[in-house]
């Protein structure tokens, strides 16, 4: 709804605990839950049970979203600064915000006044053109290059 504001996650955030923030970190750089569980010496179904209570206690539903919360918590430190090697557009830089703050491909979709399918493709686009692994890798190199920061917040998840 659009008149409804968004939810600060600060307010309700539980620490993440060492091996959470390690699950997010790989998730982060775009490892799916069986290359994270490799890294970590755990089974993939023990990754995706973190993943759980990571979305549990920053009250987010997706990966880039939970990517996203973690550093906006300051549960996961925000990654070194890049230099953005093309010139974004506005487009971009929306897409870049809806993959981070809102969980749904129709909340993306109506927050670019697009089609789920056409958003989809824009986001396809836009993490090929970023070189990035899926939409998690692709929300945290969106806070290395400066698109995003800790004022973009998530939308409430039933939204």
Same mark, same amino acid.
Not at 6 to 35: C, D, Y
Not at 88 to 110: C, F, L, N, S, Y
């Given at each position: ?7 600060s996650i600060k307010a ?46 920053l009250l987010a539903r ?6 996203? +919360? %973690?550093?906006? @918590? *300051?549960? !996961? ?11 974004? $557009? ?25 089609s789920e399918l056409e ?11 970023? +070189? %990035?692994?899926? @939409? *998690?890798? !692709? ?11 800790? $004022? ?8």
């Amino acid at each position: 709804m659009a008149g409804r504001a968004f939810h600060s996650i600060k307010a309700h955030t539980t620490q993440l605990t060492a091996r959470e923030t390690s699950v997010i970190q790989q998730v982060a750089h775009g490892l799916s839950n069986e290359e994270v569980g490799k890294a970590l010496g755990v089974q993939p179904g023990t990754v995706t049970r973190h993943l759980s209570s990571i979305g549990d206690k920053l009250l987010a539903r997706s990966r880039p979203v939970k990517v996203h +919360a %973690a550093i906006v @918590t *300051g549960a !996961l430190q925000p990654p070194e600064p890049l230099v953005l090697p093309w010139e974004i $557009t506005e487009e971009e830089r929306r897409a870049w915000q809806a993959v981070a703050t809102r969980a749904r491909p129709r909340q993306i979709a109506r927050f670019l006044g697009l089609s789920e399918l056409e958003a989809s493709l824009r986001i396809q686009a836009l993490m090929a053109r970023a +070189a %990035a692994r899926n @939409t *998690g890798h !692709l929300v945290w190199l969106g806070h290395a290059y400066q698109v995003l920061d800790v $004022t973009h917040t998530v939308m409430p998840p039933d939204e």
